[in-house]
Nanobody, 127 residues
């Protein structure tokens, strides 16, 4: 089994930056995808960003392009989400997700494609 644990959430003001971390344990694999999703109160779970574990190619939701950066460490055991120029609409619980399967581009943003999930970390952007 794979366990994912998020950390780094908090309360920040609009325009601030924050870095989220997701630590994986229990099983290591070089293939697959690690991703970030978020869910705001009363809203559906939304794709944020993804990174392919093999070569490190990335994908982003249009709403965060240019502001958020997803990255991983050399061991591929930890994935990060660097968030800049935060907006109130970024307020949500952020979840780390993973899959050992290769996903095509058309499905990489679908939450149902990921079999491993963390418990989430709260990010609140408010003045």
């Amino acid at each position: 089994q794979v366990q994912l644990v998020e950390s780094g959430g908090g309360l920040v003001q609009p325009g601030d930056s924050l870095r989220l971390s997701c630590a994986a344990s229990g099983r290591s694999f070089s293939r697959g995808i690690l991703a970030w999703f978020r869910q705001a109160p009363g809203k559906d779970r939304e794709f944020v960003a993804a990174i392919r574990r093999s070569l490190g190619t990335t994908n982003y939701a249009n709403s965060v392009k240019g502001r958020f950066t997803i990255s991983k460490d050399r061991s591929k055991e930890t994935v990060y989400l660097q968030m800049s120029a935060l907006r109130p609409e970024d307020t949500a619980v952020y979840y780390c997700a993973g899959t050992g399967r290769t996903l095509i581009l058309s499905t990489i943003a679908q939450s149902g494609e990921y079999e491993y999930w963390g418990q989430g970390t709260q990010v609140t952007v408010s003045s």
